[in-house]
């Protein structure tokens, strides 16, 4: 995985985990001490009923006190540089 090369460790200042249970959900990134899920999400997420699971998930995981952040797989691939720049930001609080 493209991204993990990039926050994986303490890369960004800040641990991450990769494929972390929260409550009945597991999470493609989280940062514990930032409360930040990242979610990558491919193709099949442009679907209808997968935008609704997405979304309901999102808001459960907001209510719970974290903040998820979404980038598609060609988001990422396409341009990592400017990937990596908005996760710190949402890391930073200039966000």
């Not at 009923?49 to 396409?78: A, M, P, T």
Request: hydrophobic share 40%; with cysteine.
């Amino acid at each position: 995985m493209v991204l993990w090369k990039f926050i994986r460790g303490d890369q960004l200042g800040v641990h991450f985990r990769r494929q972390h249970i929260i409550g009945m959900f597991i999470a493609d990134f989280v940062c514990l001490s930032k409360r930040l899920v990242i979610e990558l999400d491919g193709g099949y997420h442009q679907l209808p009923e997968q935008q609704i699971s997405d979304e309901e998930r999102s808001k459960w995981l907001e209510d719970k006190g974290f903040k998820v952040i979404r980038f598609s797989n060609e988001e990422v691939l396409g341009n990592i540089e400017g990937t990596i720049t908005s996760i710190k930001a949402f890391i930073y609080g200039t966000k």
